[in-house]
């Protein structure tokens, strides 16, 4: 009788362990959250270029020189390519986040081009 009370607890917490291990948020995905994989793509500087003139000068300034937002001038001796990809992506403070508004291949072309600024 005692058994058979035990081994009911024991399939009650393994069934619980699955339904927890489905809604639990992986470890993986949270670290995901916090920072973004940048795709791999070949740097294109033109297209970063245009990319950063249409999107980034109007708070950086056209020659980066900072404004409303701080000059990126020299952003690549401050900070890595990863960093820079992922200030884009989340946006940062008074800066909005681009996730959605340019795709992920366009973002790496311009962290790569921004972390090239030494
Ligand atoms: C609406 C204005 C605005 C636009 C548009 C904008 N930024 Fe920013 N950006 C900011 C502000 C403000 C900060 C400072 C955020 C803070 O530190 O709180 C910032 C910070 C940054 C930083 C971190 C700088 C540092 O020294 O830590 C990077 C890198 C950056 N922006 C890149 C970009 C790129 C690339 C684009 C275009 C895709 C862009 N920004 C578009 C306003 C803007």
Redesign the pocket.
């Known amino acids: 009788m005692h058994k058979w009370i035990m081994s009911g607890v024991f399939f009650a917490a393994c069934a619980l362990a699955i339904v927890l291990m489905f809604t639990l948020p992986g470890k993986e995905e949270v670290a995901q959250e916090a920072k973004p994989t940048m795709p791999e793509v070949t740097m294109d500087a033109g297209q970063a270029e245009t ?2 003139k ?7 300034g056209d020659q980066l020189q900072g ?6 001038a020299n ?1 690549g001796s ?2 890595d390519v990863e ?2 990809y992922s ?2 992506v989340k ?6 986040s ?1 996730k959605g ?2 795709q992920d291949e366009e ?1 790496a072309h ?2 790569m081009w ?1 972390a090239e600024k030494k």
Do not use: Q, Y
Not at 54 to 60: G, P, R
């Open positions: 990319l950063v249409a999107n980034c000068i109007s708070c950086h404004g409303v937002g701080p000059a990126l952003i401050k900070d960093k820079i200030t884009i946006g940062k403070g008074g800066m909005p681009f508004r340019l973002i311009i962290a921004l």
